[in-house]
C-alpha cells in the first residue's frame, strides 16, 4: 500500500517508519526542507526517540521511506493519508485550526477517489465530520464517505516510546460512516502490531468505535481524566505539606487498594496533551467545572515550586536561581508548555536572576527560547528542578557551590546528597 504521512514530528515520524518497515511505501511530508532533508539522508531530525534512528536508516535504505514537502503530489500518489499536524488553543481556549486547515487544503487538492484519510492530531469532537470532512470535498471535488473514506484514530502513544506504545495500546477507529470505518480497521491491522493483553476486555488490535465523534471523545477522556487526576493529587500535596504529611506514602497507600490510581504531584506536566486536550473538551463542554478547576490548580503548580523556595531563601530579589530543564518530562527534547516557562516567569517576578540548564539543548537553543544558560557547577542561591532527566539524578549539593535551598519538582533527587542544604519537596514536609 501507499500511504502519506502528513507532519514528521515525534508522532508522525515514528508513524511513517512504522508504515515502512512492515512493507508499505510511505511518502512522509513536513513543511519544514531540513526536516525532509534529515530524513532522506537516513538520520534522525530529533533526539530521544526509542529505536527511531535504526528503523530510520532502514526504511530509508530499501526504499520504503522518502520525504517532500510536496503535499499534494505525495497524496496523489497514496491509498491512504495519516495526519499529525499539530493543532493548539489560544489564550482563551479556542482552538487555532490554521497549521490543520492549511494541511487539509493541500490534501484535498491531491485527493483521488478511494483514498482513506485518517485524522490522528487529537481534536475536539465534531471536528473530523463537520469541519475536515466538508473541507476536504469542497478543496477536492469528491464526497465524504463516497468517493473517499474518512477517519479519526487518535495517537495514544508518549514520545520516546512511541514504537512500543504502538504495540501495546488498542488502535481506536471511528468513521464518518460504516464503510469508512471498515477500510480505517483493516488499514491499521494491515500497518501495526500488537502485544498480547489477556488484561484488556477485548483482543488488542483495532477497535472500532463506531463513529468518529466517539473516537474523538475517546482521547479526550482519557487525556482530560489524567489532568483532573493529577490536578488532585497537586492540592493533597499542598495542603500535606501545611500538614508536615509526606502525600507520595499516601499516594502510594491509596493506590495499593483495587481501582485506586493517583498521580505522583508536581510541577504541571506540558507537551501536547495534559494542557491542550482537556481544554478542547471545555471547547466542546464549557459547563465541565471540574475539569476547568482542575486545568487551572496544575497551572498554578510552577508558581506554588517557587513560593516554595521564597519560604526558604526569604526575597528572592537580587537572588540568583538556577531552573534545571526546559523538557516538558525527563528523556524528552520538547518544550511546548512546559512548566519552565511560568517558573521563570514566577521567579522573574519576585525579582530573581534566573538561569537555565538543560542536557538535550545547547547554549544556543537556550538562548533562542529566552533564557540565559547555567551551567551545573556555577555558584547559585538557589535551584528548581523542572525535568527529571536521568543526568538531574546523580546531583549533589557540591554541583552548586553557594546554593542554600532547592525545590525538587519531580521527585528525583537523591536527598541523602544534599546533606546541610535545605530542599523542599512537592508534597512533602520541609527537611
Known sequence: MKIAVIALGKIGLPLAVQFANKGHQVIGCDVNQKTVDLINAGTEPFPGEAHLQDYLSKVVKSGNLVATTDTKDAVAKSDAV????????????????????????????????????????????????????????????????????????????????????????PKLVGGIDDASAQAGVAFYESALDFDDRPDLTEKNGVWNLGSCEASEMAKLAETTYRDVNIALANQFAVFAEGANIDIAKVIAASNSQPYSHIHQPGIAVGGHCIPIYPRFYLWNDPKATVVAAARAANALMPAHAVDLLAQELGKLAGKKVAVLGISYRGGVKESAFSGVFPTVAALKEQGATVVVNDPMYSDDEIKSLGFTPYKIGESVDGMILQADHAEYKKLSSADFPGVKAVVDGRRALAGDKFAGITVRVIGAPAN
Not at 90 to 97: K, L, N, R, Y
Not at 105 to 132: D, H
Not at 143 to 166: C, I, N, Q, W
Open 82 to 169: 495519516v495526519v499529525v499536524v499539530p493543532l493548539f488553543v489560544d489564550e482563551q481556549g479556542v482552538p487555532d485550526f490554521g497549521w490543520m486547515d492549511a494541511a487539509t487544503e493541500q490534501i484535498g487538492a491531491g485527493l483521488k477517489p478511494g483514498t482513506l484519510v485518517s485524522y490522528e492530531t487529537t481534536l475536539p469532537v465534531g471536528t473530523t465530520r463537520n469541519r475536515f470532512a466538508k473541507a476536504l470535498e469542497k478543496a477536492s471535488g469528491l464526497t465524504a464517505g463516497k468517493d473517499f473514506k474518512l477517519v479519526f484514530s487518535p495517537e495514544r502513544v508518549l514520545t520516546g516510546r512511541v514504537f512500543a506504545d504502538l504495540r501495546k495500546y
